[in-house]
């Protein structure tokens, strides 16, 4: 017969009947790969001419909207810094009529005297009792007000006062003038010098008539001298009607009239113009100025503010506040003059995080920023555009007499700034979409058309493949003896007849298989027999350790002091608790009574297990023997149960050695000898005592002689105190965060119980530490001893 690889190799397979022709024949196909590629760069280069025409729009437009938003902030900055500069100039005029006044002093003095006598200007003072102050009449051209401090007990104004008061009495036929032209202004009024203080002002005004308790070093501290300065700094030719000495002070909202208001303060001197001789001030209205900030639009939703240089925004509507995430704090001004509240509403405050960020400009340009505030929910994006108006005077008490420039600012969404340009936008997408869809209807009916003549050829060719699928199906179940025979002389042909040859030597294979199967499985049967048996000799060699191990940690707790053996010690109440990580522990304690001997011992051995433990009862038997020879020096007793231990380590080949601690009760005293954890002492009046052992001892079987090392220490301890000794399988036991217990928290914890009796105390220690644990592993014995003297 022959063999199915030889059959393979020497078959010839004509150009025309291989399986790589057909598929050059299908690949013909590939004119909708053609049709594709042409439909795409048809749609990107409209796309791309699409995207340059909007670019070219939207590059101008947004000059043109730059320009327009350049030139309306100018336009509005311009009117804004008017209506300071006219108030300003108003003010002006009313200090240099004072001020020309006080030039002449003795025509004002004879002008005074003269006024006084006229009905028009005469002042019908009266003494109010409840606010302490001299008030003249409300149906007087100007009201004056004279604080208690310048009246005497006659409720009369001191005499000096009175002159101030009369040399002011040309005010009657000005500030009313004042007040009716130019700005509207609420007021008008002059406040004298500190030696003098009064007010004068026009119209009667009924908040004003609160209690005058003003003075200049108290509501304007360090303004006097700041005028001072800046007049010093002026050259002598131009100390008249300088617009430097216009003080304004941050804005205000009076209740009383609904009106945004700021003051202005212009000083007087005296003719050498160095004497400050007080101050006339007008409080301006800034409704028009709000009335067009807040009507300007550049859109529906855009709007206009001002905002002083520290952000604090003075005009805005209540639609821009609300966008810009304004917090405003209206808080009553104490003891002023008029009963009004303060304006916080700063920018730095704000809810909306690039408003807090946001940085008004300082320079003279106009600056555009493009911010992202959320609106109902969801970002937007607005172009702000601010501009600084031109410098003022302001005043404060945080920064005291400085130019500022008040900053303009305009804020227009882009969505409907740019609204025109998203229209040209959405015309050139519903032409590009019209565009894709006439192409992607021709490149359906073409797909259609190539997809028919596939699907009659699909047949043919993948008849063999079919089959292919299907002998390998059946090879997968285990049926070697299935064959392909395919009739077809192509690579597809040539494939089955690889796929036959394969099924055969498959069969021959399993033939053999089965017979190694058989041998292996009767070795591994013989295998697990063996293992068996071994388990069963393993196990009997567990339960055997396990009785040792069991036996002895009956044979340590037998050594243990009962609860009877330490309930007969009348000296004390002892109470104790020994918890083994382990079978057997590795910790020891112990208490000793034998006549007038009380000792009380401590230790904790390295590791735990059976040897732990075994070294333990050898520390136990020494111990006991030690306590019955009558050997009570206790660094002597200390050092002879170290000899005897670290003899026999030597001789049963361990490395074991122990921290160990006695303690001997006589009288109102602790003798305490060796090393060990901390004793901890509470003191009958709660204090707590911690007394270190590192320094009264050694390791106990490291070293054959350790008597150099061991000393003792007295401790008094009587009625009331509490001694606790304790293990470190106490402050190093771990919860499942991995924190330690600690003895802080034991000394807490000793103390919060430190009156109640010993067994007490030591399950409150034990609950307390149990709960730290938790469910978390035990890693370390422990052990506890709690003792009271009685």
């Known amino acids: 017969m022959r063999k199915p690889g030889k059959y393979v190799r020497k078959l010839k397979i004509p150009m025309m009947m291989r399986f790589r022709t057909k598929l050059i024949l299908v690949a013909i196909s590939g004119v909708l790969a053609v049709l594709i590629f042409s439909s795409a760069v048809s749609v990107y280069s409209f796309i791309a001419l699409g995207r340059t025409a909007y670019n070219l729009i939207a590059k101008d437009m947004e000059e043109t909207i730059k320009e327009y938003m350049s030139n309306y902030i100018t336009i509005i900055s311009k009117r804004a810094y008017k209506t300071f500069s006219n108030s300003a100039s108003e003010l002006l005029l009313l200090n240099e009529i004072s001020q020309t006044m006080l030039n002449n002093r003795d025509d004002m003095d004879e002008l005074g005297k003269y006024l006084l006598h006229l009905p028009y200007f005469k002042n019908n003072f009266h003494y109010n009792p409840m606010l302490r102050q001299l008030e003249s009449g409300p149906n007087e051209p100007t009201i004056v007000i004279v604080p208690e401090k310048f009246i005497n007990q006659a409720h009369q104004m001191k005499p000096d006062m009175g002159k101030y008061i009369q040399n002011s009495e040309y005010l009657d036929m000005i500030m009313p003038a004042i007040k009716k032209t130019g700005t509207d202004k609420l007021f008008v009024y002059m406040l004298g010098p500190p030696e003098a203080t009064f007010l004068r002002f026009c119209p009667y005004y009924p908040n004003w008539h609160s209690t005058f308790n003003f003075e200049w ?414 050997i009570k020096d206790p660094e002597i007793f200390i050092n002879t149960i170290n000899r005897v231990l670290y003899k026999n380590a030597q001789r049963i080949g361990t490395d074991k050695n122990l921290s160990l601690l006695f303690m001997d009760y006589e009288g109102d005293f602790l003798t305490v000898c060796g090393q060990h954890e901390e004793l901890i002492i509470i003191r009958a009046n709660s204090g707590v005592e911690r007394h270190d052992t590192m320094d009264l001892g050694f390791p106990v079987g490291l070293e054959p002689d350790i008597a150099t090392y061991l000393a003792s220490k007295k401790i008094p301890f009587s009625i009331g105190d509490t001694a606790v000794l304790f293990t470190d399988g106490i402050t190093e036991a771990q919860n499942a965060e991995g924190l330690f217990y600690g003895i802080e928290r034991l000394c807490k914890t000793a103390k919060s119980y430190h009156s109640q009796s010993a067994i007490e105390i030591k399950n409150a220690i034990i609950e307390d530490l149990i709960l730290f644990i938790g469910n978390h592993d035990i890693y370390d014995d422990i052990t506890l001893i709690v003792m009271k003297p009685i």
């Open 217 to 630: 070093e108290k509501e304007f501290s360090g303004l006097i001298d700041s005028w001072k300065k800046q007049m010093n700094s002026i050259p002598e030719a131009e100390k008249k009607y300088n617009r430097k000495l216009v003080t304004f002070h941050e804005p205000y909202l009076d209740k009383k009239v609904n009106s945004i208001v700021i003051s202005a303060l212009c000083p007087l001197w005296g003719s050498n113009y160095k004497d400050f001789q007080g101050a006339v001030g007008i409080e301006v209205r800034l409704d028009s100025l709000r009335n067009t900030i807040q009507e300007i639009k550049l859109s529906d939703n855009g709007f206009a503010f001002i905002s002083q240089p520290n952000g604090n925004v003075l005009i805005i509507s209540e639609h821009g506040s609300k966008t810009l995430g304004l917090n405003e704090k209206k808080r009553t001004v104490p003891n002023s003059i008029a009963s009004v509240v303060s304006l916080d509403r700063n920018l730095r405050d704000s809810s909306q995080a690039e408003i807090r960020s946001f940085r008004l400009p300082r320079d003279e340009k106009i600056h555009f920023n493009d911010i992202k505030l959320e609106i109902n929910g969801k970002k937007e994006t607005f172009i702000l555009a601010t501009k600084c108006m031109d410098p003022l005077f302001f005043w404060s008490k945080e920064r005291g007499l400085a130019q500022e420039k008040c900053v303009l600012g305009l804020v227009v969404p882009e969505d409907e700034i740019y609204s025109a340009l998203e229209t040209a936008e959405n015309e050139l997408l519903q032409a590009f979409y019209y565009t894709l869809f006439t192409l992607f209807a021709f490149g359906f009916i073409s797909l259609a058309v190539v997809s028919f003549g596939i699907f009659k050829m699909s047949k043919r060719m993948t008849l063999g493949i079919s089959t292919l699928v299907s002998v390998a199906e059946k090879i997968k179940n285990k049926d070697y003896n299935v064959r392909a025979k395919l009739p077809v002389k192509d690579e597809i042909g040539q494939l089955g007849m690889v796929f036959d040859s394969m099924a055969e030597e498959i069969q021959k294979n399993t033939d053999s298989l089965e017979e190694i199967v058989r041998e292996r499985t009767n070795e591994l049967e013989k295998t697990h027999e063996e293992v068996v048996e071994l388990n069963k000799m393993l196990r009997a060699d567990n339960m055997r350790l396990g009785s040792e191990l069991d036996i002895a940690r009956r044979l340590q707790m037998m050594v243990l002091p009962k609860i009877r053996e330490m309930e007969k010690v009348k000296r004390l109440e002892i109470s104790s608790a020994m918890i083994p990580a382990n079978e057997v522990g590795g910790d020891y304690y112990d208490v000793i009574e034998e006549g007038p001997v009380l000792k009380i011992g401590i230790g904790d051995i390295t590791g735990h297990g059976l040897e732990s433990g075994v070294m333990m009862m050898m520390v136990q038997t020494a111990a006991q023997t030690l306590v019955q020879s009558g």
